[in-house]
């Protein structure tokens, strides 16, 4: 069922359906590191093998890929068309069947009411226009006592995998505005807003995994096409502009991604709460 929304004329890219879609092969192909956060995510809450899971914004299945052998049932929703045919077309490789998909929006979910033990959404929720319906619907899906976890990340002063990327484009095309300071990125944020929406027994953990970066070029290979808001910029400029920019751009990574490359890291906020 495609219930996915309309994008408001002045939405940034990381509101627009189409951007996402438009990064789904690059992210589905780079962002496969996720799984550390997916696994951890999974470990604060657990799955029975009787359990049905919801993931919502799957983005290309990170965590419901993972999730799948462990429960009954994963129901994987996204508002990117193109994302979910990323999962769709992994799982079918891959022999997966127990994962449901659909395309539709986090704040107005096509699901029944109480109808899952768990749900999950990583590294969506920071995105959406109006958190406390989509917190609302979160739970309203949930059976009593079932549990729900999102994920979102630290300030970027604790992601260096991310402001390598801010640095450098900051540095390349100083034109550009600066990114604005995030939502859901303390503590305190996150187990307010939760608990505001009727959850029990609000938690918040933090979290960090690491990633070795092989090489400059690859870093920008990999921001370049999964990265939705470098991936809608590149369609802005057109190829020839984009190519001037990106040769700025490696020159910028290089003096901050050695020739042997790197390891860095990003600290994520995964906070849980009871319906």
């Known amino acids: 069922m495609d219930r996915s929304p309309a994008a408001p004329a002045n939405a940034n890219p990381n509101q627009m359906p189409a951007a996402w879609s438009a990064a789904a092969p690059g992210y589905a192909e780079f962002m ?12 604060l ?3 029975r093998a009787t359990d049905v899971a919801l993931d919502v914004a799957t983005g290309p299945g990170t965590l419901a890929l993972v999730a799948a052998p462990r429960a009954a049932r994963v129901v994987a929703v996204d508002f990117a068309p193109g994302m979910i045919e990323a999962l769709a ?3 079918a490789r891959e022999g997966v069947r127990n994962v449901e998909t659909g395309v539709m929006d986090a704040q107005a979910l096509a699901l029944d009411d109480g109808r899952f033990d ?5 590294f969506g ?9 989509a917190f609302g619907e979160m739970r309203r899906v949930l059976k009593p006592g079932g549990r729900a976890l999102v994920a979102t990340w630290a300030p970027i002063e604790r992601r260096p995998l991310l402001k390598v990327a801010m ?4 540095e390349a095309m100083p034109q550009m505005p600066p990114m604005a300071k995030g939502d859901l990125q303390s503590v305190e944020e996150c187990e307010t807003e939760m608990s505001a929406a009727g959850f029990r027994d609000v938690k918040a ?3 960090t995994a690491s990633f070795h970066i092989e090489s400059a070029e690859r870093y920008l290979d990999a921001s370049a096409r999964a990265n939705a808001p470098l991936v809608m910029l590149r369609k802005k400029l057109g190829e020839q502009a984009w190519a001037a920019a990106e040769t700025r751009l490696l020159e910028a990574l290089r003096k901050r991604i050695p020739a042997g490359g790197a390891t860095l890291s990003a600290e994520a906020l995964l906070t849980v709460g009871t319906r």
């Open 45 to 47: 809450v657990p799955l």
């Open 32 to 43: 496969g590191s996720w799984h550390d956060y997916a696994a951890e995510a999974l470990r």
């Open 125 to 133: 929720f920071m995105f959406f226009p109006d958190r406390a319906k």
């Open 205 to 207: 953990h933090a979290f």
């Open 167 to 170: 640095d450098a484009l900051a």
């Open 89 to 91: 077309a992994r799982a």
């Open 118 to 122: 768990a749900a999950y959404c990583l």
